[in-house]
């Protein structure tokens, strides 16, 4: 019943900026945390960036000072901004969250399809 759709994603030069949206829809009680992921090509995906409801977030360490993750409670959504793109932050980034529904537990998990993400000159 939970959907979430990704979007923001594109083609940008090194240096650049892009702010992925993540929107999530469905019968929500409350969030656990929020995050974002990416995968390059032949690479495991990665834990990029995270909320939790508590607005606590933690970042990979090849992003920090360079992305912030957000959420607006009121959109059910959850943003990245990327500032200061390189070339290796290239991959489908996807979004993941964990909730609480309003039938009560388990926590539910819910990813993303995913956007691609490409950093080049």
């Known amino acids: 019943q939970v959907q979430l759709v990704e979007s923001g994603g594109g083609l940008v030069q090194p240096g650049g900026s892009l702010r992925l949206s993540c929107a999530v829809t469905?019968?929500?009680?409350?969030?656990?945390?929020m995050a974002w992921f990416r995968q390059a090509p032949g690479k495991e995906r990665e834990l990029v960036a995270s909320?939790?409801?508590?607005?606590?977030?933690n970042y990979l360490d090849s992003v920090k000072g360079r992305f912030t993750i957000s959420r607006d409670n009121a959109k059910n959504t959850v943003y990245l901004q990327m500032n200061s793109l390189k070339p290796e932050d290239t991959a489908v980034y996807y979004c993941?969250?964990?909730?609480?529904?309003?039938?009560?537990?388990?926590?539910?998990?819910?990813w993303g399809r995913g956007t691609q993400v490409t950093v080049s000159s």
């Open positions: 993941n969250v964990n909730l609480i529904l309003l039938t009560g537990p388990p926590p539910y998990n819910y």
């Open positions: 909320i939790t409801s508590g607005s606590s977030s």
């Open positions: 469905g019968s929500i009680l409350r969030f656990v945390y």
